[in-house]
Structure formats: C-alpha cells, structure tokens
C-alpha cells in the first residue's frame, strides 16, 4: 500500500507540474499531457480495484 501512495503522489506531482508549465508557456500540449497522464491513472486504479474485488471474492469462495 505505500508504493500506491508514493506512486499516487508523483501522479499528482506530475500533474501539478504539468500545469504549471501550461500556465508559463501557455502551450495547450501541456494540458493534453496532465489529460493523458490523468486517464491511465483513472484507468490503471480501476483495474487495480478490480483485482482486489476478485482477490477478496476467491478468499470468501
């Protein structure tokens, strides 16, 4: 569990940083980026929930 919160906060430093080079260069690649980075996380969490769920399902079974 404290690798998934250290990855989970370079997540949100990652984003933070992100933004903060949109606001300084006013590039929108940036913000496609932070967008990017912001999906797979969503997308890698809810898979990881998953395997939890059906981990915690096979032990009651």
């Known amino acids: 569990m404290i690798l998934l919160r250290l990855i989970g906060l370079l997540v949100l430093l990652a ?8 606001l300084v260069t006013g590039d ?3 913000l496609g980026f932070a967008r990017n980075l912001l999906r797979w996380t969503v997308v890698l969490a809810v898979v990881f929930m998953l395997f939890y769920l059906f981990e ?3 032990m009651i079974i």
């Open 28 to 30: 929108r690649r940036w």
């Open 15 to 22: 984003l933070g940083a992100l933004f903060v080079a949109y």
């Open 56 to 58: 915690r399902l096979v």
